[in-house]
């Protein structure tokens, strides 16, 4: 990863998503960023001239019946730790 070899050179500093993040170079640390947490966008593209086909519009509905239920699972999780004992 491009950033990684400038931090690596000292040349600056990354902010990377964790499932994205590859073997760390000699020398480079990471700290998880916790207050706030970090958000990031998921968008599709696709050619407007062709507008989107049917496997892309499945694509999109499979990956948001997953984010939904993730959503909730974590609604549910984030209850029952917060719960008044």
Do not use: F, I, K, Y
């Amino acid at each position: 990863m491009a950033q990684l070899t400038l931090v690596a050179a000292g040349l600056g500093g990354a902010m990377l998503p964790r499932p994205a993040r590859p073997v760390l170079p000699a020398g480079v640390c990471v700290v998880p960023v916790v207050r706030p947490v970090p958000t990031r966008r998921v968008v599709v593209a696709w050619r407007e001239a062709s507008g989107p086909r049917p496997a892309v519009r499945a694509a999109v509905a499979a990956l948001r019946s997953a984010w939904d239920q993730a959503e909730r699972s974590a609604a549910r999780a984030s209850a029952t730790v917060n719960a008044p004992a």
